[in-house]
């Protein structure tokens, strides 16, 4: 194997001119200009000598400006966006350039694409929006006929360079570029049995310092195709507890032979995993997609006239000129090469679809499940209406999140629709700001009132959720000085009362705003004359989906699948009191030099109705109402 540094910092091909599997180099240095970090030079990875720098950005930039906001402040976001492209004859770099862009809304903090040109992989990613981390010598330098690309929003591990994506790994003889949407709730399980596998010497990704679930899953890939198991680990129950029934398929998934290859290696690993989980991933010669049984996070395919596009989104596959084909199905993985689209099952389905997806997090352009977004988010307006009129002069929606559903609650209640405030663009986040009074004052930078349209007027204000209520609150107040006669907040989902273990970063359970507060005291706390919140039922309705399959777990509690902690009676559940400020993952340098010991799921001392984390400092506190005590919605 030859390893080459590209023009570009970031950029490393990956050679493997006698098919010999070898274990690809990451660039070491520290893309926040903070002293490098020097991982263990991979045995197998000769030192280039005179290798460049990784990118340098500003000393002290965590996360960069975001000009895709929906919100004042962040509100539930969406881990990742994936893309996946085959076409042969095309600049697949920038068919994924703009299916990145078109996902943008999904992640903010690094995007990453790459390339296989059937011989070797090239991969250009670094922390920042796809329009920042790409330019033009970028994009030409990334050729070959399949990509993958991710625009990451980081529900674990730190935002650092080494955790950006395409994670790159070995496998069967391959290098695998591996991207993934979603979270594993079973992450420190199979980190045991990695470790039990290969030791405290880890290599890959792991070794280069990620802590994320992503590189976990490219570690299990490498050692499952070449072991054909994990020691500690009896894969083949998980391929007979996954529902698989056919003869043919169950000895191909676990009776081969190791060393195994790409296809045999996913249809052992992919069953091991728990939670949710869109894969997109190539080796040098194949594009492959998998979707976790539940279904939880979206996954289409789509038909390009010389190809083929995988994308998080519909959305994306209308940008880059596909049209669309289906959606990837739970517990299905795809093959993509010369020879066409290969499908096969690694367990039996079970959907539940994300119902958040509906309410915020998916582009109202997108469809999921053949419904479209916009159109239930419009239904979701008009049953607000219904549920809880309210005599006003003018519906404004807070933008641009809350427009749609303000559109339906206005044509349902025949009460005029208007733009009563107006969303500056190219706002950066508001709550990476070290003072509330600076939050504040950023919130104001986001909307500005129009006060001619206003003044004087009783107004519903339809927004998509609350989760702490302090933008709300702002906001509230923002109107009432513009002179606002009366202002009526209506919200197009119900009380957000639980975490989420699969790809949100909601708040945790002491910082939802619901689960300490009735609906008449969360009134008072954020100002308005008064409040309603759309039932479950009402939203159910308006995504088109039966009941069962979806999941409204951080509406009800009830998970499909079980959270990552231990099991606890709803009623002795324990609440913590969590830090007013957001809470950031650890720094990059907190992580070395035992990167994988900071494998943490996100809210793991959060408590759920059937499992909570058991820890000496968990004490029992009310939820947070203050204003000062956190800073995203």
Not at 255 to 276: D, E, K, N
Not at 432 to 453: A, C, F, H, S, Y
Request: negative net charge; glycine residues 10%.
């Amino acid at each position: 194997m030859r390893v080459r540094t590209g023009e570009n910092p970031s950029q490393i091909t990956f050679d493997h001119p006698d098919g010999t599997r070898s274990t690809p180099r990451a660039d070491s240095s520290d893309p926040l200009g903070r002293p490098s970090r020097q991982s263990p030079p991979d045995p197998a990875t000769p030192e280039v000598p005179g290798a460049p720098a990784g990118p340098v950005v500003a000393p002290g930039l965590s996360t960069l400006p975001d000009d895709h906001c929906d919100e004042l402040e962040p509100s539930p976001r969406e881990e990742c966006g994936v893309f996946g492209v085959w076409a042969p004859g095309e600049d697949v770099s920038r068919l994924t350039y703009f299916g990145l862009y078109a996902l943008q809304h999904r992640g903010q903090e690094s995007a990453g694409i790459a390339t296989s040109n059937g011989s070797q992989i090239l991969v250009y990613k670094d922390l920042g929006l796809v329009s920042q981390v790409f330019d033009d010598q970028a994009l030409s330098n990334l050729t070959g006929h399949m990509a993958v690309g991710h625009v990451r929003y980081a529900t674990q591990g730190a935002t650092t360079w080494e955790n950006a994506q395409p994670m790159l790994g070995p496998a069967a003889g391959s290098t695998l570029a591996l991207v993934h949407n979603g979270n594993l709730t079973n992450t420190r399980e199979l980190m045991d049995a990695v470790r039990t596998t290969s030791g405290e010497d880890l290599s890959g990704e792991l070794g280069r310092g990620s802590s994320t679930d992503t590189a976990v899953l490219a570690a299990l890939l490498n050692l499952v195709s070449e072991h054909g198991a994990l020691e500690g680990w009896d894969s083949a129950a998980d391929v007979l507890t996954s529902g698989i029934t056919d003869d043919v398929e169950l000895d191909a998934a676990y009776l081969a032979p190791a060393p195994l290859s790409i296809q045999q290696t996913a249809h052992r690993v992919l069953p091991m995993l728990r939670g949710a989980f869109s894969l997109v991933f190539m080796d040098e010669r194949t594009l492959y997609a998998a979707r976790d049984p539940h279904g939880v996070r979206p996954l289409v395919l789509g038909r390009l006239e010389h190809g083929w596009v995988i994308a998080s989104e519909t959305a994306a596959l209308d940008i880059v000129g596909a049209t669309v084909v289906r959606e990837v199905e739970p517990a299905e993985m795809l093959e993509i090469d010369a020879d066409g689209v290969r499908s096969t099952r690694f367990a039996r389905q079970r959907r539940s679809g994300c119902v958040f997806e509906y309410v915020y997090l998916a582009r109202p352009d997108t469809k999921i499940a053949g419904r479209s977004v916009i159109a239930s988010r419009n239904a979701m307006g008009a049953a607000l209406a219904r549920e809880h009129p309210v005599e006003a002069d003018l519906v404004i929606a807070t933008p641009e999140s809350g427009t749609p559903a303000a559109i339906g609650y206005a044509q349902a209640s025949g009460i005029p629709y208007g733009q009563g405030l107006v969303k500056n663009a190219y706002v950066g986040r508001t709550f990476i700001q070290p003072t509330q009074t600076l939050r504040q004052l950023g919130i104001r930078l986001k909307l500005n009132p129009v006060r001619e349209v206003i003044e004087g007027r009783r107004l519903v204000v339809v927004d998509d959720s609350i989760v702490r209520g302090n933008t709300q609150r702002a906001l509230v107040r923002m109107l009432r000085e513009a002179g606002a006669a009366e202002v009526h907040i209506r919200i197009s989902s119900p009380p957000v009362l639980w975490p989420c273990f699969y790809g949100i970063d909601f708040a945790t359970r002491a910082e939802l705003i619901a689960t300490g507060m009735s609906v008449e005291e969360i009134r008072r706390s954020i100002g308005a004359d008064s409040l309603g919140y759309l039932s479950v039922d009402g939203m159910v309705e308006a995504c088109g989906q039966p009941r069962g399959e979806l999941c409204t777990a951080c509406f009800t509690g009830d998970y499909p699948m079980a959270p990552p902690v231990e099991d606890a009676a709803p009623e002795t559940l324990p609440v913590s009191r969590a830090p007013g400020v957001r809470r950031r993952r650890a720094d990059a340098r907190a992580l070395a030099p035992g990167a994988a010991e900071a494998i943490t799921r996100p809210d793991l001392a959060a408590g759920s109705p059937r499992s909570v984390a058991r820890t000496a400092s968990a004490g029992v506190a009310p939820a947070a109402t203050d204003s000062s005590e956190g800073n995203n919605r």
